[in-house]
C-alpha cells in the first residue's frame, strides 16, 4: 500500500538521512496519509502529466496539507513523467502557475529517465534545512535574549558597595 524509503542525501557538505512515504496519490490512502502529515517536514504534491485528472486532484492534496500537516511545512509541486510528451495533457505551463500560486518550488520529473530526480530531493532537503535553521536561529536569538534579561535582573539585585556599609537616610 504506501511505500517507505530511508535515503541519504548531501546538501551543502551535510549528510542529511531523510524518510520518504509514498502513497502514490491514491484515494483509499487518504485517512492514512492524513496521520503522515502530522510529522511532515516537507511533502511532494505529485501528479501525471498525462492526466488531467491527477493535476485536479492537486488542488484538494494541498488542502489536506494545509489542514492536517504543520504550519511551515515545505512543499515541492511535481510534474511527473515528464518522459511522456505524446501523451501530455497538462502543460508546464500550467503546472509552473499552479505552483507559483501555492508558493511552491515546481519540477517535471520523469521517473523513468531520472530526470530532476535528485535536483527535486535535494531542493526540498534545502528548504527543509533553510526552515530548520530560521527555526533554530529564532531560538538562539530568543534564548540569548532571554540569557540578557536575566543578568540584568541579576545585576540590579546586587547591593551597591561593600555589602556591610552603612546607607545614610535622608528622610
Known sequence: GVDFKMKTIEVDGIKVRIQ????AGQERYQTITKQYYRRAQGIFLVYDISSERSYQHIMKWV?????YAPEGVQKILIGNKADEEQKRQVGREQGQQLAKEY???FYETSACTNLNIKES???LTELVL??????LDGVRTRASKELALAELEEDESKPEGPVNSSK???C
Open 103 to 105: 508558493g511552491m518550488d
Open 168 to 170: 545614610t537616610c535622608w
Open 130 to 135: 533553510q526552515a530548520h535553521r530560521k527555526e
Open 63 to 67: 488542502s489536506d496539507v494545509d489542514e
Open 121 to 123: 530531493f535535494t531542493r
Open 20 to 23: 520518504i512515504w509514498d502513497t
